[in-house]
């Protein structure tokens, strides 16, 4: 054996035995990682049991029993967002989940205490047991678990789609029919001007929806132009969407046109915050897109030119202070919800991002306790936010330039105060 390969082996003797290392701690992280997710979904599981025993103590009696125990879930439920800084969504769905998961597949949290599947196979598990019936789930459970400790993620959630169809007692026509009660449409803001609007429909109509963009990018292919099928295909969806059916056109006959009938586009209502500087053309600073958040200065003046009807907001570069709103938005809010929803621009919960628009105005301290109408006592809540403000145990308080004070029923603190303009 020459010098060179003995180096060679010595050399990688070293890399395999560090190699070693590596991955024996990776998978001893991941096994600890593992257990804390599973101290997580027993957490939670108890979060929601006691939320249901003391909701009757919690909750105050004008509600119905079931709106208390909701109600009461829904007050556990904010708390732990507020701790953590994590949407109450997210903590509700994962109370929901860790319930299934503790409750209706021990064997699952079992394997995944011990590590031989992730949280990521448990989720896989929990997303198909939800549509087995109760007489078929044990079974279900056994067979998936064995895939689960063998294959990725990935391949368990084909595995285990197909096992679900197998062993389920009732018609995939009655299980369709019940799905496309939710149906919907979601936007997902991105960085740089960009967003996603996601589709959650039928599988024909979305696979009827992708047959017609691709055909349209490749006509338009064909034709000699030159962006890619990538961007032919975008550009494609938004023109059918944009010139497609209008709500004039729902209303005034049963039958849905085809979207080529349709010539007329659809004209939106914006809201623009633009520094007053970039309107005098001597800047470049972004504008702010309600709903979105920041836009370049010639997308904000082309929306401004094709809507009918938006409210500019013109804003003291420096300071931030609002210079004016306008006067030209149909139905004008009254100046004092428009000042207040200008402010708060969320709600102002902790972590709720629900539009200021979409929210109630809410006097932070009651009228009937002597409470004013003014911007100093009013805040933006959501219809939850501004129910759950109500419940024992929590409390607002209402500070000099709309800061607000919140109180969880744990005793702990959280602040929230008005974003300031943004450039």
């Known amino acids: 054996m020459t010098e060179t390969t003995l180096t060679a082996t010595r050399v990688g003797d070293t890399y395999a035995a560090q190699l070693a290392e590596f991955s024996d701690e990776w998978a001893e992280i991941h096994r600890q990682q593992a257990v804390l997710d599973t101290r997580k979904a027993r957490l939670l599981a108890r979060s929601a049991a006691y939320a249901d025993a003391f909701a009757d103590a919690t909750v105050p009696a004008i509600f119905p029993p079931a709106e208390r125990q909701a109600l009461s879930r829904r007050s556990t439920c904010a708390a732990l967002a507020m701790a953590t800084r994590i949407p ?4 509700q769905r994962a109370t929901n989940d860790a319930e299934r998961l503790v409750n209706e597949a021990p064997a699952v949290l ?21 549509d087995v019936p109760a007489a078929g789930r044990a079974v279900f459970l056994d067979r998936v678990l064995v895939v689960a ?10 595995s285990a789609r197909v096992l679900r169809e197998r062993l ?6 009655a299980r369709a ?6 149906r919907r449409v979601e936007f997902e803001p991105e960085a740089d001007g960009m967003a ?8 024909p109509i979305a696979q009827g929806i992708i047959e017609r963009v691709e055909a349209a990018a490749s006509e338009s292919r064909a034709a000699g132009y030159t962006r890619t099928c990538a961007q032919l295909q975008a550009d494609a969806l938004a023109a059918l969407a944009l010139t497609g059916v209008t709500p004039e056109d729902v209303m005034s006959s049963p039958v849905l046109p085809h979207p080529i009938e349709v010539q007329e586009h659809i004209k939106p209502t914006v809201q623009i915050t633009v520094p007053a500087l970039s309107m005098a053309g001597v800047s470049d600073a972004p504008a702010m897109l309600d709903g979105y958040g920041p836009i370049d200065p010639e997308t904000a003046a082309r929306i401004a030119v094709n809507a ?6 013109l804003v003291q570069p420096e300071t931030g202070a609002v210079l004016s709103v306008g006067r030209n938005q149909y139905r004008v809010p009254a100046d004092l919800q428009r000042a207040v929803r200008l402010r708060d621009g969320t709600c102002r919960a902790p972590g709720c991002g629900r539009r200021a628009r979409a929210c109630d105005l809410d006097h932070s301290v009651a009228w009937e306790d002597g409470g004013t109408t003014d911007v100093g006592n009013l805040a933006c809540l959501c219809r939850h936010h501004h129910r759950m403000k109500h419940l024992p145990g929590w409390n607002l308080d209402h500070g000099p330039g709309g800061v607000l004070d919140w109180t969880t029923p744990d005793g702990k603190h959280h602040r ?3 974003d300031p303009a943004p450039f």
Do not use: K, M, N, Y
């Open 168 to 173: 389920h007692p009732e018609s995939i026509t």
């Open 196 to 203: 996603w609007v996601h589709l959650f429909t039928t599988a």
């Open 149 to 158: 400790e063998r294959t990725t993620a990935a391949g368990l959630r084909t």
């Open 416 to 418: 929230t105060e008005p």
């Open 88 to 91: 109450e969504r997210t903590i």
């Open 177 to 182: 029919t019940r799905s496309e009660a939710d």
């Open 308 to 313: 009918p009807s938006f409210t500019r907001i």
């Open 110 to 130: 079992e394997s995944l205490e011990a590590g031989r599947i992730s949280v990521r196979h448990a989720q896989v598990i929990i997303d198909q047991l939800s």
